[in-house]
């Protein structure tokens, strides 16, 4: 059982940064590929990022590319997503999530879910 709760969404103006944590609870963390997701009001949740748990291996949506940057720390059991040169279309509940096995861009085939952290973007 993975518990994951995320911080550091806020209001932010275009242009602008915010990094988000996820941290996680229990001893196995490097053991689970995690990703970062995304849902706008009125639409299904995306995917945005996600990191296997060595954090060798990354992948970003393309809408994101060059700009969001996933990483983690698996002696502090917290995965980030920093977000540069945010835009209005970016304005979503973040959500993380956490799985066995190799990382996947289906929210379907994650286990583990995090509250979800607000990021606004104002334009």
């Known amino acids: 059982q993975v518990q994951l709760v995320e911080s550091g969404g806020g209001l932010v103006q275009a242009g602008g940064s915010l990094r988000l944590s996820c941290a996680a609870s229990g001893r196995t963390f490097s053991s689970y590929s995690m990703g970062w997701f995304r849902q706008a009001p009125g639409m299904e949740r995306e995917f945005v990022a996600a990191i296997t748990g060595s954090g060798g291996f990354t992948r970003n949506a393309d809408s994101v590319k060059g700009r969001f940057t996933i990483s983690r720390d698996n002696a502090k059991n917290t995965v980030y997503l920093q977000m540069n040169s945010l835009k209005a279309e970016d304005t979503a509940v973040y959500y993380c999530?956490?799985?066995?096995?190799?990382?996947?861009?289906?929210?379907?085939?994650?286990?583990?879910w995090g509250q979800g952290t607000q990021v606004t973007v104002s334009s």
């Open positions: 999530a956490a799985r066995t096995g190799p990382i996947m861009t289906i929210d379907s085939r994650y286990d583990y």
